[in-house]
């Protein structure tokens, strides 16, 4: 967060910044590793599926859906590392503490219980709907589930790319424990993006068809009053609000967003129904 | 007196010439019969290309095929094998004769040939046309099986065979089980040397099967019978099979296993292909798995596994971590996956494989306790997290989901639902 400056040319406020462009663009990149990960990886873990063998001659073999996964894997790998880059610039160049606790922190905190408790309580009528401040519980959720499966799944995807050379650190049957993590955790990740996250984020009634939000990094203001009352309370309180006012994006990134989302929604919950469909004629 | 002597002189000598003659056909007949007909009698009226029976089937014999055949050529008469007009009947004779009787000559081949299948078809009644002697040898154009020309030279065998074993119509009428085994043949590794580079040395139908007394591979006189075929490929595959015997597959097989692999159970009868083709090495895999059913399961857990069972044969199989026809138990010194030869064996592939990269398990089973605590144990604990989270993410989604639908009817009700605000909707 930069020192406050107050805007210089009053706007129409009908939207509020919430994400920066590079945290946008590291989203991009983080979507098409993700689904060319998901696409390359899947068939082997149903090596037994004919759509699996399918879809590796589509590729070109399983050799190339080889090549194309470790190259989306030191996409994915790049893009964990600018993101952890831009954590410890903050928190070290920056001194800005409060992305390890206080609202604009990920650091799951005791709020997020009583959100979850709250959100669940609204679901089935027993309560109002609770004020939600920068990063709900479920977002953190998402997070922290990506987080720890590029930990897990980078890591152990390292050890199978190079085995010859982790044997010098490694005992061998690490590597029986990597390969099942490493499919495993695929399963979690692939399976958690492709529903729970595209539905919290995009298909809910509420933002039915999607949530532009990640594209033009912005909120309508409708929004921010509707879904996020204590971070608009705070910011109101503090005086910064104003300083995250903003005009709507420029149409295109409207366009943009709907087409790349669409396209990333479409072979995602594909994904899953070819995932589905092999659990269910097993 | 004179006169009398002269006659019966004259009478000897006409009558040694005449046994002479009869001398020099391969049967003598019976003396004092009537004399048989002459192959140029029986030509009179079979030589003409339009004879036929009273049903009009023709009775039409080439005279020149038969003179170009082995028998035609050696000066065998008609009768030699239409033995029932050879005591000379009225001609015309009746429309139905015996058929030829080629044991007269050939009753070693007709006795192998009655203890096989064929003849055995044929008896029992089951298959009236299964091949007799005419159907694989030709009738009177009959060439010896040197002859590239005869039917049953090594490069025309299988057009014989595959005139019943190569036809779908006469396969399905006769029952016959094993199917249309031409055809598999014919794009076999042996079908085609045979067949498109010529090679005499590649097997054909009969060097498997024997000719005359070719036996159902369930009869243990075959030469397809389960414990003789590593003998019957051995004829040629020598070395293979001495690498065969001593392995445990070999051994087994020897102390009579009725389950053990012989050369078929992995490389098939008729298909056989070309060992380092991609296909064969990928499906043998399954072929292993039909016994070693726990083997392929958790090989198939393994990136080995997954990428073979897409179809692709760059990785490890089976044979290429345990050998293939000298196969021995992994207690065995000598097997590739002993303790002591399995670093070597990874090296294989992974070049710069250590001690400790050969403490993978290749066969990890991560529901086995005993043999892959720690894999256990992180399986057990990925089985929970994954149920745990789309557990918990299901009720939470699908009760946000009745929930949001609710809002929004309600949103409607109050004539908002116009007013769609909450969308970014530009």
């Known amino acids: 967060m930069s020192a406050s400056t107050p805007a210089a040319t009053p706007v129409a406020t009908t939207h509020y910044r919430r994400f920066e462009r590079t945290d946008r663009l590291l989203h991009g990149f983080l979507m098409f590793s993700f689904l060319g990960l998901a696409f390359t990886g899947m068939p082997l873990l149903f090596s037994h599926e004919r759509w699996a063998a399918g879809l590796a001659r589509l590729f070109g073999g399983f050799a190339a859906a080889g090549i194309i996964h470790r190259f989306c894997a030191i996409v994915m790998i790049t893009v964990f590392v600018i993101h952890l880059s831009r954590i410890c610039q903050r928190l070290f160049v920056g001194k800005d503490l409060g992305i390890l606790w206080g609202p604009a922190s990920m650091v799951p905190q005791p709020r997020d219980f009583f959100e979850l408790i709250g959100h669940m309580r609204w679901f089935v009528g027993l309560g109002p709907q609770p004020r939600f401040e920068h990063f709900t519980y479920w977002e953190k959720f998402d997070y922290w589930a990506v987080f720890w499966g590029m930990g897990i799944i980078g890591g152990s995807g390292l050890v199978l790319w190079f085995p010859e050379w982790f044997a010098y650190l490694l005992p061998g049957w690490l590597f029986n424990i990597a390969m099942l993590v490493h499919g495993e955790e695929a399963l979690l990740a692939v399976g958690f993006i492709f529903t729970i996250h595209f539905f919290n984020g995009h298909l809910r009634p509420e933002k039915f068809p999607m949530d532009s939000v990640i594209f033009t990094g912005r909120v309508t203001a409708h929004e921010m009053i509707e879904e996020r009352q204590d971070e608009l309370e705070r910011l109101t309180k503090l005086g910064r609000i104003d300083e995250l006012a903003s005009a709507s994006a420029p149409q295109w990134v409207y366009t943009l967003g709907r087409s790349v989302g669409a396209v990333a929604v479409t072979f995602g919950l594909a994904m899953v129904g070819l995932i589905l469909f092999a659990l269910l004629t097993k | ?426």
């Open chain 2, 1 to 426: 007196m004179t006169r009398v002597l002269l006659r019966l002189l004259i009478g000897l000598v006409v009558l040694t010439g005449a046994e002479a003659v009869a001398m020099a056909r391969p049967q003598s007949k019976a003396p004092g019969s009537v004399k048989p007909p002459a192959n140029d009698d029986c030509l009179a009226c079979h030589g003409d290309a339009g004879a036929v029976r009273a049903n009009g089937t023709s009775v039409a014999v080439k005279a020149p095929e038969f003179a170009a055949s082995i028998h035609g050529a050696g000066g065998v008469a008609c009768v030699d094998c239409h033995t029932d007009l050879a005591t000379g009947a009225e001609f015309p004779h009746p429309d139905k004769l015996k058929p030829a009787q080629c044991a007269a000559c050939h009753d070693k081949a007709v006795a192998a040939y009655e203890t096989g299948v064929h003849a055995q078809a044929r008896r029992s009644g089951k298959n009236l046309t299964a091949a007799a002697c005419v159907d694989c040898h030709g009738t009177h154009d009959i060439k010896p099986s040197a002859d590239p020309e005869s039917l049953t030279h090594h490069s025309k065998l299988l057009d014989t065979c595959g005139r019943c074993h190569g036809d779908e119509e006469i396969i399905k009428r006769g029952k016959i089980q094993i199917g249309n085994v031409v055809d598999l043949f014919r794009d076999s590794i042996h079908g085609r040397a045979l067949t498109r580079s010529g090679l005499t040395v590649a097997p054909t139908c009969s060097d498997c099967h024997g000719n005359h007394d070719i036996r159902r591979k369930t009869d243990a006189a075959s030469r397809v019978y389960r414990r003789t075929i590593p003998l019957t490929c051995g004829k040629c595959h020598e070395g293979i099979a001495r690498e065969y015997w001593t392995s445990i597959h070999g051994a087994q097989v020897q102390k009579g296993s009725p389950l053990a692999p012989v050369c078929s159970s992995c490389h098939t009868a008729h298909e056989i292909r070309r060992a380092d083709m991609e296909g064969w090495k990928v499906t043998v895999i399954k072929e292993c798995g039909t016994c070693h059913e726990e083997s392929i399961k958790t090989y198939r857990d393994t990136f080995h596994g997954q990428v073979t069972a897409l179809g692709y044969s760059r990785v490890a199989s089976c044979a290429d971590c345990h050998g293939s026809h000298s196969i021995v138990p992994k207690s065995d010194p000598r097997s590739r996956v002993s303790d002591a030869n399995r670093l070597q064996t990874c090296k294989k592939c992974h070049s710069g494989a250590t001690a400790s990269f050969a403490q993978y398990d290749p066969h990890g089973d991560p529901s086995n306790r005993a043999r892959n605590p720690l894999l256990f144990y992180t399986s057990e604990f990925m089985k929970m997290l994954l149920i745990g989270v789309f557990a918990f993410f299901g009720i939470h989604t699908g009760l946000w989901f009745g929930r949001g639908l609710q809002m929004k009817a309600a949103a409607r009700l109050r004539g908002s639902g116009k007013d769609d605000s909450t969308e970014d909707g530009r």
